[in-house]
Protein backbone atom coordinates (compact mmCIF):
# COMPACT_ATOMS: atom_id res chain seq x y z
CA UNK A 1 0.00 0.00 0.00
CA UNK A 2 1.57 3.63 -0.94
CA UNK A 3 0.58 6.78 1.24
CA UNK A 4 0.55 9.67 -0.23
CA UNK A 5 3.33 12.12 0.86
CA UNK A 6 1.95 15.39 2.51
CA UNK A 7 1.23 18.48 0.76
CA UNK A 8 3.27 21.59 2.19
CA UNK A 9 0.30 23.20 3.70
CA UNK A 10 -0.47 19.61 5.82
CA UNK A 11 3.38 19.14 6.89
CA UNK A 12 3.04 22.97 8.31
CA UNK A 13 -0.04 22.13 9.70
CA UNK A 14 1.42 18.65 11.36
CA UNK A 15 4.68 20.78 12.31
CA UNK A 16 2.18 23.38 13.93
CA UNK A 17 0.46 20.30 15.90
CA UNK A 18 3.46 19.36 17.14
CA UNK A 19 5.16 22.76 18.29
CA UNK A 20 1.79 23.30 20.43
CA UNK A 21 1.48 19.82 22.40
CA UNK A 22 4.72 20.15 23.63
CA UNK A 23 4.89 23.94 23.73
CA UNK A 24 3.85 23.49 27.64
CA UNK A 25 6.17 20.14 28.23
CA UNK A 26 9.56 22.68 27.61
CA UNK A 27 9.33 25.00 30.38
CA UNK A 28 9.51 24.66 34.50
CA UNK A 29 6.89 26.40 36.55
CA UNK A 30 7.18 28.11 39.66
CA UNK A 31 5.41 30.44 41.81
CA UNK A 32 5.78 34.52 41.94
CA UNK A 33 4.27 36.55 44.10
CA UNK A 34 3.07 40.15 43.32
CA UNK A 35 1.25 41.62 46.58
CA UNK A 36 -0.97 38.98 47.82
CA UNK A 37 -1.36 37.05 43.73
CA UNK A 38 0.13 34.12 43.30
CA UNK A 39 1.60 33.66 39.94
CA UNK A 40 1.76 29.84 38.07
CA UNK A 41 4.74 31.19 35.97
CA UNK A 42 6.44 29.20 33.14
CA UNK A 43 10.05 29.97 32.96
CA UNK A 44 11.38 30.91 29.94
CA UNK A 45 15.43 30.46 30.69
CA UNK A 46 17.01 29.34 27.68
CA UNK A 47 17.54 31.38 24.31
CA UNK A 48 15.20 28.64 22.25
CA UNK A 49 12.93 29.13 25.27
CA UNK A 50 12.80 33.18 25.13
CA UNK A 51 12.32 32.46 21.29
CA UNK A 52 9.44 30.33 21.53
CA UNK A 53 7.71 32.14 24.46
CA UNK A 54 3.58 32.11 24.47
CA UNK A 55 3.76 31.26 20.74
CA UNK A 56 0.83 29.67 19.14
CA UNK A 57 -0.93 29.53 22.25
CA UNK A 58 -4.53 30.01 22.49
CA UNK A 59 -4.98 31.06 25.69
CA UNK A 60 -3.73 31.50 29.44
CA UNK A 61 -4.98 30.28 32.44
CA UNK A 62 -6.16 33.55 34.22
CA UNK A 63 -3.16 33.72 36.73
CA UNK A 64 -0.91 31.88 34.93
CA UNK A 65 2.13 33.60 32.71
CA UNK A 66 5.43 33.17 31.79
CA UNK A 67 8.76 34.85 32.88
CA UNK A 68 11.61 35.23 31.05
CA UNK A 69 15.10 34.92 32.33
CA UNK A 70 17.80 37.48 30.54
CA UNK A 71 20.66 36.70 33.19
CA UNK A 72 22.91 40.17 33.35
CA UNK A 73 20.36 43.32 32.96
CA UNK A 74 20.01 44.94 29.43
CA UNK A 75 18.22 47.03 27.50
CA UNK A 76 15.37 44.03 26.05
CA UNK A 77 11.93 44.52 23.74
CA UNK A 78 9.93 41.91 23.12
CA UNK A 79 7.41 41.45 20.59
CA UNK A 80 4.35 39.11 19.62
CA UNK A 81 5.08 37.36 16.11
CA UNK A 82 3.01 34.09 16.03
CA UNK A 83 1.47 34.78 19.55
CA UNK A 84 -2.43 34.19 19.21
CA UNK A 85 -3.02 36.27 22.76
CA UNK A 86 -3.02 39.69 23.96
CA UNK A 87 -0.32 39.93 27.15
CA UNK A 88 0.38 42.30 29.09
CA UNK A 89 4.65 42.33 29.91
CA UNK A 90 6.49 44.02 32.98
CA UNK A 91 9.73 44.34 33.15
CA UNK A 92 11.78 43.96 35.54
CA UNK A 93 15.23 44.56 37.04
CA UNK A 94 17.76 42.36 39.09
CA UNK A 95 15.53 43.10 42.20
CA UNK A 96 12.51 42.09 41.01
CA UNK A 97 11.31 45.87 40.47
CA UNK A 98 8.98 46.21 37.93
CA UNK A 99 10.80 48.76 35.79
CA UNK A 100 7.65 49.44 33.18
CA UNK A 101 4.38 47.24 31.34
CA UNK A 102 2.99 47.43 28.34
CA UNK A 103 0.22 46.57 26.71
CA UNK A 104 0.72 44.10 23.27
CA UNK A 105 -1.14 42.89 20.29
CA UNK A 106 -1.30 39.89 18.95
CA UNK A 107 0.40 38.80 16.05
CA UNK A 108 2.28 42.15 15.63
CA UNK A 109 5.94 42.76 15.18
CA UNK A 110 5.80 45.94 17.07
CA UNK A 111 8.94 46.48 19.79
CA UNK A 112 7.64 46.47 23.22
CA UNK A 113 10.84 47.77 25.30
CA UNK A 114 11.86 48.11 29.23
CA UNK A 115 12.22 51.29 30.62
CA UNK A 116 15.80 51.19 32.03
CA UNK A 117 18.12 47.70 32.00
CA UNK A 118 15.68 44.51 32.52
CA UNK A 119 17.33 41.23 33.75
CA UNK A 120 13.21 39.49 33.79
CA UNK A 121 10.15 40.59 31.81
CA UNK A 122 6.80 38.69 32.90
CA UNK A 123 3.83 38.45 30.39
CA UNK A 124 0.49 37.94 31.63
CA UNK A 125 -3.43 37.91 29.90
CA UNK A 126 -3.67 41.51 28.94
CA UNK A 127 -4.71 43.82 31.32
CA UNK A 128 -3.88 41.41 34.26
CA UNK A 129 -1.31 44.24 35.95
CA UNK A 130 -4.07 46.99 35.74
CA UNK A 131 -6.85 44.73 37.39
CA UNK A 132 -4.59 44.33 39.94
CA UNK A 133 -3.50 47.84 40.78
CA UNK A 134 0.13 46.36 40.15
CA UNK A 135 2.07 48.95 38.96
CA UNK A 136 5.96 50.25 38.34
CA UNK A 137 7.97 50.09 41.34
CA UNK A 138 5.86 46.91 42.38
CA UNK A 139 8.37 44.32 43.24
CA UNK A 140 7.58 40.21 42.07
CA UNK A 141 8.67 37.89 44.42
CA UNK A 142 9.91 34.18 44.13
CA UNK A 143 12.10 35.13 40.70
CA UNK A 144 14.27 32.30 40.10
CA UNK A 145 17.91 32.93 39.33
CA UNK A 146 20.05 32.63 36.02
CA UNK A 147 22.52 30.08 35.91
Known amino acids: MKIPPLSHAAFALLCLSTIQAHAEDKFPV???????YVIQAEVAATEPQRQQGLMFREKLAPNSG?????????????????????????????????LNIEE?????LNSHCAAGRAAYALEMNKGWFAQKNIKSGTTIAGLPKAK
Open 30 to 36: VPLTAGM
Open 66 to 98: MVFLFGEPAQVCMWMKNTLIPLSVAFLDDSGKI
Open 104 to 108: MQPQT
